[in-house]
Every structure is written in structure tokens, then in C-alpha cells.
């Protein structure tokens, strides 16, 4: 969880916890009083769901077994899950499972975490006012923020990764510590076969294409930047997402989600697919989630959306583990403003 104030160098509060477990740091909160130097106001807070390439390992095995609200929640998503497939979900205690990286297995899986773990936390009293998804993580955000029904953000699930499944080959690769504006100026060899997938931060993009030219571009970056602390790390996915590799199945994508029913959302929802707050049409139409997974993630401009005109911000990632946290902090420029940092273990 990163914190953030607005316009100042220094945080006017901060203390860090480290714990063991949702139900340890439940306890640390409780018993702690923030103490502000110059502001009463606690900390708003704004939920950053994560997106694919998550490494789970069993980790539910403790609040499944600990938490009924958690526990209650997981099985409500599961029977809507059954009602669509008669396969279901992997149960979260066999997270282990070879199929993780298959989206049709890892993004069920996730999304049903991500609600399990909002709710929980809510059933605490720790509510958001505002939510930030990345890329598949923008479905459990678009519930969690109230625009959409849990029946209707378990259709898009389940339908995005159905489609999704059925491509396969290329490859992504994460570039960091370079200027996002340098990377793409070295894509003019890659045209029509690399795309930068995502945007993460000004120092930190996704590229997505076919395996080979991944291969390539990787090289070409490694040596054009050998000089200079670049991060090069390809990720761990069955296909190349946000790329032209997934055109063929962006109509019936479309088409399958044609049904959703809008609802007034409860909180702040920022779009990645434009990085802007919510617009007529975003998460409750086929147009929209097919154009969400075509194009690049705008994570960078929705965190920068996300605190405009806010002076008070934390950050909290929901998901099985840091994924988006350094990103955040690369864009806001205030990594000493940590307060909180979740750890969830087997």
C-alpha cells in the first residue's frame, strides 16, 4: 500500500506496519492511532486491482479456512461461475496448478480473489473512494466500484478468458528503467509485429508481439541501453495480449457482452483503457471490453487521474501479491511516502 500527498515533498504522516497476515494487520490498524502533524484527515484510500501473470501458490489456504466472509463470497462466485461452465473454477486452495498461466484457469481465479478480498475488507470498515484496474483486474474494479453486478462481472470473466484462450503464441516483455518515449522510438524496426502493450509508468512499459520479434527486440534493447540499468523481464504467459494477436476474437468478445446493465457506480472509477475517469459506455458495453483487451493498458495516466485534485491519497493493491506498487511510485515520484505494505502467506 503506497501513500501519497499531493503537491509536497515530505508526507505529513507515515507509519509502516508489516504483517503476517490480513487478519494481523487488521489488528495492528485497530490498535494503532494515526497522529498527523499538521492534518487531522486520515489518508484516502483507492483500490489498484492487478492484472495477469500472478503467481497464486496456494495462497487463500488461511482465510478460506479463517475468514467466512471471505470464504461466503468465494462460493457465491463459484456457482455463478458453474452456471456458465459446468467446469467451474479451480477451487483457491489448489492454486498450485499447472494450468495457472491459461487465462480461462489464472483470470477466474484472480478475479474471484480480488472481490473475496474487497469484501473482506470492507466487512472491516477499510472502503475506498476510488478504484484503478489493470487490465483484467479492471473487471473486479468495475464490481467492486459498484458499476456493475457480480452476476455481469462474472460473465465478462468468463467470456474474456474463454476468448482469450483461444490464442496462443508471442510473448511480452516488461522494459524498465528507461523512458517509455525512448522504447517506443526503438519499435520502428518492430512495425505491425511489437506493440507496447502497456504504459506503467514514465520509466516502465509492457511490449507484446509475436515470439520471435520479442526474442529480437529483447537483444536489440539489452545492447542499445546496455549502459544504462535497463530491466528487461519476459513475462511468464501463454500469448501476446493487448497486441493484433488477440483481433480474432475481439467480434465475438463483443457480441458476448452485449447484455450488461449499467449501475450507478459507488465510488471513483478510473478506466486504463483511457486512463480517464469513467465515461458513458466504459465496462457496461461489448465495444468497450473489446477494446479494453486490444489496447495498450494506460496505467500510468489513470494513477495520474486517479489523484487529480486529491491531496491525501493511499494506495491499496488488491491482489495475491505486489505487482503495480514500484509503478505507482515511479509516477507519483514518492517513494518515501510508504505506509503500509500487505503480505499474504500460505
Not at 54 to 70: A, M, N
Not at 132 to 154: F, K, N, P, R, T
Not at 217 to 240: Q, V
Amino acid at each position: 500500500m503506497g501513500h501519497h500527498q499531493h503537491h509536497s515533498n515530505q508526507p505529513e504522516w507515515k507509519k509502516a506496519f508489516v504483517a503476517s497476515s490480513l487478519q494481523h494487520l487488521q489488528q495492528q490498524l485497530n490498535s494503532t492511532e494515526m497522529e498527523t502533524v499538521s492534518r487531522k484527515k486520515p489518508a484516502e484510500l483507492i483500490f489498484v486491482f492487478s492484472g495477469n501473470g500472478l503467481h497464486f501458490k496456494g495462497i487463500c489456504r488461511i482465510l478460506l479456512k479463517s475468514e467466512p466472509v471471505f470464504r461466503d463470497k468465494c462460493i457465491e462466485i463459484k456457482q455463478l461461475f458453474q452456471q456458465l461452465s459446468p467446469t467451474g473454477i479451480l477451487n483457491l486452495t489448489e492454486s498450485e496448478h499447472n494450468d495457472l498461466p491459461r487465462p480461462e484457469v489464472a483470470q477466474p481465479l484472480l478475479f474471484t480473489l480480488q472481490v473475496a478480498l474487497v469484501t473482506l475488507l470492507q466487512h472491516w470498515g477499510v472502503k475506498p473512494i476510488g478504484a484503478v484496474g489493470y487490465s483484467v483486474g479492471e473487471v473486479a474494479a468495475a464490481h467492486c466500484a459498484g458499476l456493475i453486478s457480480l452476476e455481469d462481472a462474472v460473465k465478462v470473466i468468463y467470456h474474456r478468458s474463454r476468448l482469450q484462450a483461444k490464442v496462443t503464441g508471442g510473448r511480452m516483455l516488461v522494459v524498465d528503467n528507461i523512458p517509455v518515449a525512448e522504447v517506443s522510438a526503438a519499435l520502428g524496426a518492430y512495425s505491425g509485429k511489437v506493440c507496447v502493450a502497456a504504459f506503467n509508468s514514465p520509466l516502465s512499459c509492457t511490449l507484446s508481439g509475436d515470439e520471435a520479434s520479442i526474442h529480437a527486440i529483447h537483444k536489440d534493447l539489452a545492447e542499445h541501453f546496455s549502459k544504462r540499468n535497463i530491466f528487461l523481464h519476459t513475462l511468464d504467459g501463454p500469448a501476446a495480449y493487448h497486441s493484433h494477436m488477440i483481433e480474432p476474437v475481439l467480434t465475438e468478445l463483443s457480441e458476448s457482452l452485449s447484455e450488461l446493465k449499467k449501475r450507478k457506480p459507488e465510488i471513483e472509477l478510473i478506466s486504463t483503457a483511457t486512463g480517464k475517469a469513467i465515461s458513458d459506455g466504459d465496462f457496461v458495453t461489448g465495444t468497450y471490453w473489446a477494446r479494453q483487451v486490444r489496447d495498450p493498458v494506460s496505467f500510468a495516466g489513470a494513477i495520474m487521474t486517479s489523484v487529480k485534485g486529491k491531496d491525501n491519497i493511499a494506495f491499496v493493491e488488491i491482489g495475491p501479491q505486489r505487482a503495480l506498487q514500484r509503478y505507482i511510485h515511479v509516477q507519483l515520484q514518492v517513494w518515501e511516502n510508504v505506509v503500509l505494505e500487505f503480505r499474504y502467506y500460505r
